[in-house]
């Protein structure tokens, strides 16, 4: 792993160009930052006064914890995506309005729910709207058609036509 040396001038760390490593500072992992920082540390330090073991225990558990918690916003980034698909995938096959992001308003049903990036957007007759713009969801309303005509149905077969029977 190649390092690329730093200098410190009155407390600010200065980057120093190098011609060892093709790593700029910016696409160096946070992980990788962390050691060329304390590399440079354990060099630069005053020989009357050098570092403790403690500071140095102190310093990689706290570089320890932010790599775990990066972890974890990642875990719950992605858990998060998952729980936003599994809710719009409910809307399938609901009525829904919604805004586009064009600022269009939309109705129609939900026929798919796709992720995008890290937006869920649902399909509404061949247009896309995020599911963050859903601002109405109701049963659609040939759903509501057949569940009505169902009914009647039923009703007639259990108890056929009652006009003409006595009780």
């Known amino acids: 792993m190649a390092y690329q040396p730093i200098t ?19 696409s160096q992992s946070l992980q990788d930052q962390f050691l060329t920082l304390l590399v440079s540390q ?15 225990l102190a310093q990689t558990a706290q570089f320890q914890s932010l790599t775990e918690m990066q972890k974890l916003n990642k875990s719950m980034a992605a858990f998060m995506s998952q729980s936003q698909l599994n809710n719009a995938s409910a809307l399938i ?4 309005t919604a805004m586009q992001s064009s600022g269009d308003t939309l109705t129609g049903v939900v026929t798919s729910v796709q992720m995008n990036g ?5 399909e ?3 247009q896309y709207a995020p599911l963050s713009g859903v601002t109405k969801v109701e049963a659609a ?5 057949n569940i009505d005509a169902l009914a009647e149905l ?9 006009e003409g029977t006595a009780v």
Not at 11 to 22: D, R
Not at 42 to 56: G, I, S, T
Not at 93 to 96: C, F, N, S
């Open 8 to 26: 410190i001038t009155n407390g600010q760390v200065v980057s120093s160009p190098t011609t060892t490593t093709a790593k700029s500072a910016a």
């Open 42 to 56: 354990l060099k630069n330090q005053n020989p009357l006064e050098p570092m403790k073991n403690d500071e140095f």
């Open 93 to 96: 096959g609901k009525q829904v």
């Open 118 to 122: 890290s937006d869920v957007l649902l």
């Open 124 to 126: 509404i007759d061949g």
């Open 141 to 145: 309303k040939a759903v509501t058609q």
């Open 154 to 162: 039923l009703v007639d077969a259990l108890f056929g036509d009652l």
